[in-house]
């Protein structure tokens, strides 16, 4: 019988934060674009849970699918929803989706800040400045 050690295996897959990454710069672009009467906010609702703390947490409100971010413009609630590059929507994002969308607040799917920035400007969100691609 031979014996593995682990020294001979190799090392596993690096995990990628390409979303991170995206909802950290497009956090970085609101917190400069957004006119003062706008309004940024995370719902810090992601994350690994264990099953006790997401009982908790679902007593107080927590919604499985709600969108990454929120920004409020004179009295209008739109919603962002960030995606890496092969990002795809959970059951409970696109259900919110659909939910906050009959709501008449609009749910934007971006994988870029160019995207953010085109969407905002869809919406008629006057921004401060726009992303140079690089």
């Not at 050690?5 to 957004?34: F, G, M, N």
């Not at 309004?39 to 703390?53: D, E, L, T």
Request: charged share 25%.
């Amino acid at each position: 019988m031979s014996v593995v050690t682990s020294s001979l295996l190799p090392d596993p897959p690096q995990r990628r934060h390409d979303e991170e990454q995206l909802h950290r710069a497009v956090w970085k672009y609101l917190r400069w674009a957004l006119p003062d009467e706008a309004f940024a906010y995370h719902p810090a609702n992601g994350g690994k849970r264990s099953r006790k703390v997401a009982a908790r947490m679902s007593a107080l409100g927590v919604v499985a699918g709600v969108p990454d971010l929120a920004v409020v413009y004179r009295g209008r609630a739109m919603f962002i929803e960030l995606k890496a590059r092969r990002g795809a929507l959970s059951l409970d994002q696109k259900h919110v989706h659909q939910v906050l969308s009959h709501c008449g607040a609009p749910v934007m799917l971006c994988r870029s800040v160019e995207e953010v920035e085109a969407q905002l400007r869809d919406a008629c969100v006057p921004l401060r400045g726009s992303v140079v691609a690089a």
